[in-house]
């Protein structure tokens, strides 16, 4: 049996599928994951969603808390309590684990206007099936690219 589609239905909702689509979460696997595949597995324990702590190696800095997801076409979407919004990036394997980068913006508290971004980079190992941690730096720029500071943190992933 096919199920006829309304053209106008799908175009009215293109805005709200369009960012599921782009990040392959509608469909599993997509080509592009398959013309991109380097020997890497293909069915990455990393791939899917995980709920993140994240610490910094800054006195008195609070951890924040997270949510990050990982997809076939190595696409990071991640998000924090410190960022409050969201961050994106990309992911691969390594021998040694895997590695994830991913950028966001920063606001200022006060007025909300944009004041820099930061860069996360981390490599990570699994600690068990549903776990990994990983470490690394978040490097500070300003609007004009300029580099304001470089902090080392740790995240801990649980698989939910």
Do not use: K
């Not at 589609?5 to 994951?33: D, H, I, M």
């Not at 950028?103 to 981390?122: L, N, T």
Request: aromatic fraction near 10%; hydrophobic fraction near 35%; glycine fraction near 14%.
């Amino acid at each position: 049996m096919r199920t006829e589609l309304n053209r106008r239905s799908l175009l009215s909702r293109g805005g709200t599928l369009a960012p599921l689509v782009g990040l392959g979460l509608l469909g599993g696997t997509t080509a592009a994951a398959a013309d991109t595949d380097t020997g890497e597995s293909r069915l990455s324990p990393l791939l899917g969603t995980w709920a993140v702590q994240v610490t910094f190696a800054i006195p008195n800095r609070p951890g924040e808390s997270g949510l990050f997801a990982f997809t076939a076409d190595r696409i990071c979407v991640a998000t924090t309590t410190g960022a409050g919004h969201l961050s994106l990036g990309s992911w691969r394997t390594t021998t040694q684990g895997f590695e994830f980068t991913f950028r966001h913006f920063m606001y200022a508290d006060d007025d909300g206007s944009w004041i820099g971004e930061v860069r996360v980079q981390q490599a990570g190992r699994f600690t068990s099936a549903g776990s990994w941690t990983a470490s690394g730096t978040g490097t500070a720029f300003d609007t004009e690219g300029n580099q304001l500071q470089v902090v080392q943190s740790a995240t801990a992933g649980t698989r939910y």
